[in-house]
Nanobody, 116 residues
Framework: QVQLVESGGGLVQAGGSLRLSCAAPGSIFGVAVLGWYRQAPGKQREMVATIAPWGTANYADVVKGRFTISRDLAKNTIDLQMESLRPDDTAVYYC??????????WGQGTQVTVSS
């Protein structure tokens, strides 16, 4: 079992910034794809950004150029820096760890609300 704990959500005005952080066991950083997903009301959960064990990042088209995913190996966190936030970024954001199809874990989620 991998425990993931998100923090950093909140309410922000459009155009503002937020930084999400996910605390994770240090043992997974070299073996799992780590990422952030989000789910807005009435919509399916979608990938926001992922980062591979070797450091390659991947972003959804709608957040490219605005969001940055990173790992802090000293603090054992996966961070998501969000800039130029828009109302349609409003969602519950989930941290994810995926080592193989049988080893997929989710955090409890953190709410991000962007007001217009």
């Amino acid at each position: 079992q991998v425990q993931l704990v998100e923090s950093g959500g909140g309410l922000v005005q459009a155009g503002g910034s937020l930084r999400l952080s996910c605390a994770a066991p240090g043992s997974i950083f070299g073996v799992a794809v780590l990422g952030w997903y989000r789910q807005a009301p009435g919509k399916q959960r979608e990938m926001v950004a992922t980062i591979a064990p070797w450091g390659t990042a991947n972003y959804a088209d709608v957040v490219k150029g605005r969001f940055t995913i990173s790992r802090d190996l000293a603090k054992n966190t996966i961070d998501l820096q969000m800039e130029s936030l828009r109302p349609d970024d409003t969602a519950v954001y989930y941290c994810n760890s995926r080592q193989n199809p049988l080893s997929v874990y989710w955090g409890q989620g953190t709410q991000v609300t962007v007001s217009s």
